[in-house]
């Protein structure tokens, strides 16, 4: 088990500052195609009823999304081909919060929550460990959507591609075990964001944080 620090995540003042930080295609894309949709939704978040996810289509294999209830769930409603291969079991259906390392639940829901309620997105560098030994990073990102579910207090719309392109080739695929967040940017979407929230890091992982 890691020993585990607080840390500060970055921030965006808004989508325009954070584009350029995205650096894989997947995240980039979600990112760029979530800015349109609030451009022309007046600058309010969109809702989850009537998007069509499918003009995602590029980049639906590394795309996921997820149902908020604030305190308590993150539900899987879609799960791209990708990242159901990485957790060799089927998602839909599935808490995210149950896949996270116990010492960090708490922390995930925070961020998800925070994502829901403020609004706001979130930009994260990952260390992914699998199963083989092999551990890669990865990028993630996540944009809110306004729920008309009464149960559901929003959803998420996530991204979480590679960013070390390379390969071992192989005939069974790696399974993830964990997940670490070893940065984070938190993106004002125009309606704050949580100043007060700290991740939870490895303390022999986490990373300096990039110039802004």
Known sequence: MPRWISHKPGHHADM????????????????TGYAK????????IPAKNGLDISSFGPVMANTALGAVTLGSACTFRIAGESIRERFA????????????DPARRSCAMKSMDMAVSFPCAFRA??????????????EA???PLLSDEPDIDGFILFANED????????????VLTKSWVIHREL????FG?????????????MLAPPAL
């Open 16 to 31: 325009n500052d954070a584009l350029p930080s995205f650096v894989t295609r997947s995240c980039t894309l979600l990112a």
């Open 37 to 44: 949709l609030m451009q022309n939704n007046g600058g309010k």
């Open 89 to 100: 079991q089927k998602l839909v259906g599935t808490d995210y919060y149950d896949l996270v």
């Open 125 to 138: 560098e990952l260390l992914q460990k699998y199963d083989n030994g092999e551990e890669r990073r990865a």
């Open 141 to 143: 990102c996540a944009f």
């Open 163 to 174: 960013i070390d392109r390379t390969r071992r080739i192989s005939v069974i695929r790696p």
């Open 187 to 190: 993106i004002d979407l125009g």
């Open 193 to 205: 964001i949580d100043e007060s929230f700290e991740d939870l890091v490895p303390r022999d992982l």
